[in-house]
């Protein structure tokens, strides 16, 4: 096989039902095109590396994986896959994500054709799209605390306590409004299809270079999703946070505070997925979200 990705990374996740049958049958065929293979330490934690496997690859964290590999191969679901992509976006490498369970929006790879597929990726038959991630800068009296990446959504929200919290958005610096909300949900058309479509908000097509920003069960009925340019800033000043907390693609979180601002921006790169061939975005969509099948075949529409 010729191929330009001569050292490939896999992230799993280890609680997956079979996921020690797919990763070595993974492992044994990238091998077998002294393809060097590099495996998240996680996974070997979690006791899925076949014991054959261990001196056969390299060790590495996700943190590094990014620096050390050319592309990296998710096995999992989407959760998964969202954890390695912040992991992977600012080295600029691209993900393959091979489903092991039922179709995900980014892990396009069925488990069952998992072999057939990746040679078709590494041998250049492929699609391959870019996505905009969210980077977010917690700011707190004048300091910057925390910054995060996320591909799907930045979401701030209510606590435990349950009080609404208030507050003010700015868009490029301009005033936009004030809400007192559950909280607000600022996503990428990766993540129009997650939390931000079960609050209302618009499916944006993935190549779109956009952001939309859904209200969470807003007390003010006037208030609506916004759809704005990936070029804008965007500034949410907390005025009354109760028991809040900013929570970056459902994985990690920050509680925040009265009197903080939140400043998202469009992270500096892009990811890069690559896809099978056959994939076709309005495809999964439908597969999804169970839209009606097609009836007339589009030629009997001339």
């Known amino acids: 096989m010729i191929t330009e990705f001569k050292r490939i990374g896999i992230v799993t996740r280890p609680q997956t039902p079979r996921i020690e049958v797919s990763l070595h049958e993974l492992i044994d065929f990238l091998l077998a095109e002294k393809i060097d293979v590099f495996i998240d330490r996680e996974s070997v934690d979690g006791g899925v590396v ?5 001196p056969r690859c390299r060790l590495t964290d996700k943190d590094n994986i990014g620096r050390e ?26 993900l393959v994500g091979v489903n092991q369970g039922h179709l995900g929006f980014l892990t396009q790879v069925p488990r069952e054709e998992m072999l057939k597929e990746i040679a078709g990726i590494l041998t250049g038959k492929h699609q391959a ?10 700011i707190r009296n004048g300091t910057h605390v925390k910054n ?6 930045v979401v701030i929200s209510r606590g435990g306590a349950g009080q ?5 958005t700015f868009i490029n610096q301009e005033f936009v409004y004030t809400q007192r909300s559950d909280g607000l949900i600022v996503s990428t058309p990766t993540g129009s299809t997650a939390y931000a479509l079960a609050a209302g908000g618009p ?3 993935a190549s779109l270079r956009a952001f939309t920003l859904v209200p969470i069960c807003p007390q003010s ?3 609506r999703p916004i759809a704005v340019p990936d070029t804008c800033e965007i500034d949410i000043l907390i005025t009354k946070a109760g028991d809040a907390r900013a929570h970056f693609d459902g994985q990690s979180y920050i509680d925040i505070q009265s009197g903080d601002m939140l400043r998202i921006r469009r992270y ?14 309005y495809k999964t969509l439908r597969q999804k979200l169970h839209w009606g099948e097609q009836l007339v075949p589009i030629s009997q529409h001339d």
């Open 50 to 54: 076949h014991p054959d496997d261990l």
């Open 69 to 94: 590999c050319g592309l990296v191969i998710v096995l999992g679901g989407d959760g998964t896959f969202l954890s390695a992509a912040r992991k992977v976006a600012p080295y600029r490498i691209p």
């Open 129 to 138: 799209e870019e996505r905009i991630l969210l980077e977010t800068d917690l």
């Open 148 to 153: 995060s990446l996320a591909l799907n959504d």
């Open 164 to 168: 609404m919290i208030e507050f003010e």
């Open 203 to 205: 499916i944006l097509q």
């Open 221 to 223: 009925m006037t208030n």
């Open 268 to 281: 500096r790169h892009s990811l890069r997925i690559l896809h099978p061939g056959t994939y076709r975005y």
